[in-house]
C-alpha cells in the first residue's frame, strides 16, 4: 500500500527550528521528484522544496537560506530542515510524489511571534 506519512511539526517560537519527516513506501520513495508543499490557514496549497532522485534541489523564494530539504534513500524517507522560523511559516505541511501524484496527511507548523 502506498504511503506517505509526515512527522515532526508541532508549536515553535518565531527564529526556533523544526524538522519534518517523510516517510515513504518503496514505491512511492522512488518518483522522480519529492517535494514539501504548505497551505497557509484561508490560502492555497503553495510548493516549498523539492528534491530530485539525483539530489537536486529547489526552493521558493520565501524560504531560500532558511530551509533544506534532504533524503536519505536507505531509509526511504525526505527531511525538510526549517530554521529562522517565522510566524508566515505556520501552515499545514504535505509531503507529495509528483510521479504517482501522491499526497501525504499533513503535519501542522505553528510558529508563534
Known amino acids: 500500500q502506498a504511503q506517505l506519512v509526515e512527522s515532526g511539526g508541532g508549536l515553535v517560537q518565531a527564529g526556533g527550528s523544526l524538522r519534518l519527516s517523510c516517510a515513504a513506501s518503496g514505491s512511492i520513495f522512488s518518483s522522480n521528484v519529492l517535494a514539501w508543499y504548505r497551505q497557509p490557514p484561508g490560502k492555497q496549497r503553495e510548493l516549498v522544496a523539492s528534491?530530485?532522485?539525483?539530489?537536486?534541489?529547489t526552493y521558493a523564494d520565501p524560504v531560500k537560506g532558511r530551509f533544506t530539504i534532504s533524503r536519505d534513500n536507505a531509509k526511504n524517507t525526505v527531511y525538510l530542515q526549517m530554521n529562522s522560523l517565522k510566524p508566515e511559516d505556520t501552515a499545514v505541511y504535505y509531503c507529495y510524489a509528483h510521479q504517482f501524484r501522491y499526497w501525504g496527511q499533513g503535519t501542522q507548523v505553528t510558529v508563534s511571534s
Open positions: 528534491i530530485t532522485t539525483g539530489g537536486t534541489t
